[in-house]
């Protein structure tokens, strides 16, 4: 899976993207515009590209991981309503 904000915060096209933002995300918008910044200005090209495969590797474990509890809390609901209902 692609991590979209990771891609928008390397290539400084983070801004350009997020046009219309709610207020309550203001704050998170200002701190991603912020690292952003410290990024692009502390790594090179190439350190950014593996820490685009680290984030990239990162989400798709958490997605999986995510998937993984919710079947688990789901089977486990199913049973419960079954145990319930005999």
Do not use: W
């Not at 410290?38 to 950014?48: E, G, R």
């Not at 685009?52 to 474990?61: E, Q, S, T």
């Not at 991981?65 to 319930?84: D, N, S, V």
């Amino acid at each position: 899976m692609k991590n979209y904000i990771v891609e928008y915060i390397l290539s400084g096209k983070l801004e350009e993207k997020l046009t219309c933002v709610p207020a309550k995300c203001k704050p998170l918008l200002n701190a991603a515009i912020k690292a952003e910044e410290a990024v692009n200005s502390i790594l090179t090209d190439k350190q950014k590209a593996v820490f685009r495969v680290y984030c990239d590797v990162a989400l798709d474990f958490k997605c999986q991981q995510l998937a993984h509890h919710f079947t688990e809390g789901f089977k486990a609901g199913m049973l419960m309503g079954l145990q319930i209902r005999e």
